[in-house]
Nanobody, 127 residues
Framework: QVQLVESGGGLVQAGGSLRLSCAPS????????MGWFCQTPGKEREFVAP????????YYADSVKSRFTISRDNAKKTMYLQLNSLKPEDTAVYYC????????????????????WGQGTQVTVSS
């Protein structure tokens, strides 16, 4: 059973930065696509950014474009989300997700595409 372990959330002032990490534990597929989602109370989980197995393909939700950067280190089986220029409206629980894939380049953008989820890490941005 694969578990995703997230870290890096916290409290930061508006304009600040955080880096979230996500690493799987347990037996993983040989290739897997990953992504980040966020959720606030009373709302559906929202897409932030997906990442292909190769790490070469991604894009971003409009609300985070040019401020957040997703990346991965396949040797470490770790995915990162760099959050810069944070705004109070970025406050949410951030979840990483993963799924096995046969494609080096395909990205998945809906929560139902993913089989495995982290426990979530809280990001709080104060004004």
């Amino acid at each position: 059973q694969v578990q995703l372990v997230e870290s890096g959330g916290g409290l930061v002032q508006a304009g600040g930065s955080l880096r979230l990490s996500c690493a799987p534990s347990g037996r993983t597929a040989s290739s897997f696509a990953m992504g980040w989602f966020c959720q606030t109370p009373g709302k559906e989980r929202e897409f932030v950014a997906p990442l292909s197995w190769s790490g070469g393909n991604t894009y971003y939700a409009d609300s985070v474009k040019s401020r957040f950067t997703i990346s991965r280190d396949n040797a470490k089986k770790t995915m990162y989300l760099q959050l810069n220029s944070l705004k109070p409206e970025d406050t949410a629980v951030y979840y990483c997700a993963a799924r096995a894939t046969a494609s080096l380049s395909y990205t998945y953008t809906t929560s139902s595409d993913y089989n495995y989820w982290g426990q979530g890490t809280q990001v709080t941005v104060s004004s």
